[in-house]
């Protein structure tokens, strides 16, 4: 019935008002039909509100208390409206996406770095040393600093300075090359930033991609496990197959799991990352099956192999 009884109510201070204490013994909520607000009348109540008052200069907290046979507070709706969302607005992760939109978004991101590290190769405006003719000149002449601009003018292994004959211009071109130098290391360092996080996210993108291929093929390389392991524990009990088929399922799922953290973390490939286990297990179940199909053994064609390479 919307009723309320024993009514205790916070109000929080805004700039029209300051905070206060409402109890009330009754209330009743309202709304209109397709209204924004919503309407709480109160019955039989106080206010304690607490109030600020200047006196001699002094400020001196004053507790101000009110009481009411009925009053109505009204509480605005419109932030918490419910709205019709656009599917296509939808922000999607990586374990949502399928592999054409994540291979959209590694194009794009490798698009991207191969842009950032051309734009590194072209923005090369520091100076560049001369060449080995003139540096191997320049070695044979007998100087008691190198490079000081203590002695106008010096010889510089830079070509640009050995065209100067003024030390001022050879020292302000000194700083200013010193000066391109530390700007193009900072925006080498951004580079190097922003390229590592465009890689480490390519990264996680590229192991969600071979991770939806590599789960299903897992499905049929544990019917390449299953199959011998039954054929060998036929006579056996079903323990003992159990047994080795949770350690099969329990190196799949610890390998796996490690292998997607140490893809993101560009320890390994995502290729890698990935198709390990199966490759491992695919091995393992092929051989098991060639053994039981044609007793061929590893151990017996090892044996063979020795005595001709002593031979």
């Given at each position: 019935s919307d009723s309320l009884h024993d009514v205790m109510i916070y109000q929080e201070p805004t700039r029209t008002r300051k905070e206060a204490f409402i109890k009330a013994e009754k209330g009743h909520l309202t709304s209109e039909q397709g209204g924004q607000t919503i309407t709480l009348y109160l019955q039989d109540g106080s206010v304690l509100r607490y109030l600020q008052h200047r006196k001699d200069g002094e400020i001196i907290p004053v507790v101000e208390a009110t009481q009411f046979d009925r009053y109505r507070i009204s509480f605005d709706l419109s932030e918490l409206a419910f709205s019709r969302s656009d599917p296509s607005d939808r922000s999607r992760n990586d374990r949502t996406m399928d592999v054409q939109a994540m291979m959209?978004?590694?194009d794009s991101l490798q698009a991207e770095i191969s842009n950032q590290k051309q734009q590194v190769v072209?923005?090369?405006?520091?100076?560049?040393?001369?060449?080995s003719e003139n540096a191997s000149r320049i070695h044979h002449i007998d100087r008691p600093e190198w490079d000081s601009l203590t002695t106008p003018p010096y010889q510089s292994e830079f070509i640009a300075l050995n065209k100067l004959e003024s030390t001022s211009a050879q020292?302000?071109?000194n700083q200013t090359a010193i000066s391109e130098l530390r700007n193009y290391k900072a925006v080498f360092e951004d580079v190097i930033i922003d390229t590592s996080w465009r890689i480490s996210k390519v990264a996680r993108y590229l192991v969600e991609i071979h991770k939806k291929f590599s789960i299903p093929v897992a499905c049929i390389i544990f019917v390449l496990l299953g199959a011998p392991i039954g054929m060998y524990t036929r006579k056996g009990n079903l323990g003992y197959a159990a047994l080795i088929g949770t350690v099969f399922?329990?190196?799949?799922?610890?390998?796996?799991?490690q292998g997607e953290k140490l893809a993101d973390r560009l320890y390994i490939s995502p290729f890698m990352g990935m198709w390990f286990s199966n490759i491992l297990l695919a091995l393992i179940g092929s051989y098991m099956i060639i053994k039981i199909c044609t007793?061929?053994?590893l151990w017996d064609a090892f044996t063979k192999i020795l005595p001709a390479k002593s031979d």
């Open positions: 959209a978004i590694v072209d923005n090369q405006n520091y100076i560049l040393p001369g060449s020292r302000e071109l399922l329990t190196f799949y799922w610890i390998s796996i799991i007793g061929f053994s």
